[in-house]
């Protein structure tokens, strides 16, 4: 066999094996690629803003001036409109126009007041943070594909922020969102993602309150109950 | 073009291009999905490309390498849905899908454009910003690695 029978040979074996898969489709429509890219812009286009704003102002006075105890910039059904004020927020919950809840977290803090703001979203929600995980709550049974309907993530990296978009109507019926952390060499410990549960594991490096931290952001789906998830 | 039309028609091809060089549905997906959304991004500069699939598939297989590294996302799933070979679905050897991902980056990359994509030699040079010449030496190495992982047929001739 010369050099051409032989790439013919290859050629035609891994064609056979591309043409196996034609009922294999890119399902994502093209709506979704839009609006992952035009996110993505936005994104880009605040990061740069937020440099400026640290250079000319200064990170720790800007903080406390505009967000004193690491509260929400924006409530609950309020998209994020001034961009100076959510970026310097603990956390950010923005209902999107179609009914996407956009969570923006930078630091560690007041997962309550997370919590009840999803709540009030529509989203049962169990957060925690760095608490003690909620023994009420008890993992809900997933698969991969379930966890991408329901929220897409996004870390920027070295930015220490992750993003959520969660998709509240194609949360199960009975299920609920857990949003917890874990510091240190723990965001690495996959068997304690095991015990846990099925999980989304999140690992940008998150400033845990004012101290620079290492800190994973967890994601799962528990059973929706009242003490769990307030539903 | 417009991106919608050149989503359009080349998705599909993209998507199992990739798959069979990751051998993950759910990964290859991903990374697609990732690919275009670039595209899209950048798309005044992709459309003027000589193939935009080919920087499509390119940028998949790239992002690929620090998918998991840069964007430190992991999923625990058990046992639950794991994920399903590429092999699985074509009925194709897995030796020959093996081989092909145990490829050298660049090796591979000849071959998805070469054999995958069917772009020719001068082409595939372009776009990869190498010599004509280096895309045959690299094509030689991968095909005969290649070669010896395709089993022989079931009913091949043998000789006395």
């Known amino acids: 066999m010369n050099a051409n029978d032989t790439v013919a040979a290859v050629r035609d074996s891994l064609t056979t094996a591309k043409d196996s898969l034609a009922g294999l489709h890119m399902n994502t429509p093209l709506d979704a690629i839009a609006r992952n890219g035009r996110a993505r812009r936005r994104w880009h286009r605040l990061a740069g803003l937020t440099g400026a704003m640290a250079v000319m102002a200064g990170t720790a006075l800007a903080a406390s001036a505009l967000a004193p105890s690491g509260h929400p910039a924006s409530q609950s059904g309020h998209p994020v409109s001034h961009p100076r004020t959510a ?78 978009i969660i998709h509240p109507t194609a949360l199960p019926s009975g299920a609920g969102v857990q949003i917890g952390a874990a510091v240190g060499q723990q965001a690495g410990d996959r068997g304690l993602q095991q015990v846990d549960g099925n999980q989304t594991i999140h690992r940008p490096v998150h400033r845990v309150a004012a101290r620079a931290r290492s800190a994973s952001i967890r994601v799962g789906l528990v059973y929706a109950s009242q003490q769990c998830t307030g539903s | 073009m417009e991106f919608a039309e050149f989503y359009e028609s080349t998705r599909d091809d993209c998507l199992r291009i990739v798959l069979l060089n990751v051998g993950d549905r759910h990964l290859a997906h991903d990374l697609v999905a990732e690919a275009y959304t670039r595209a899209w991004m950048s798309w005044r500069k992709v459309r003027e490309l000589e193939v935009p699939r080919a920087w499509v598939v390119r940028t998949a297989l790239n992002t690929h390498v620090s998918w998991w590294r840069r964007r430190r996302h992991e999923v625990v799933l058990g046992n639950h849905d794991a994920a399903m070979p590429a092999e699985q679905a074509t009925g194709v050897s897995g030796d020959l899908l093996a081989a092909l991902r145990r490829l050298p980056a660049r090796q591979r990359e000849v071959v998805t454009l070469r054999l995958l994509l069917d772009l020719d030699t001068e082409t595939t040079a372009r776009v990869l910003g190498i010599a004509p010449g280096t895309v045959g030496a690299h094509l030689h190495k991968a095909v005969a690695t290649l070669r010896a992982a395709i089993p022989p047929h079931d009913g091949q001739e043998i000789s006395k």
């Open chain 1, 87 to 164: 970026q310097l927020a603990a956390w950010t919950v923005a209902k999107q126009a179609n009914g996407d809840i956009k969570v923006t977290i930078r630091q560690l803090s007041d997962p309550s007041g997370l919590q009840s703001t999803l709540r009030a979203d529509g989203v049962p929600a169990s957060v925690t943070f760095l608490a003690q995980h909620d023994p009420s709550c008890r993992p809900y049974p997933m698969t991969q594909g379930v966890f991408k309907s329901i929220y897409q993530a996004q870390n920027a990296a070295g930015s220490g922020t992750t993003v959520l």
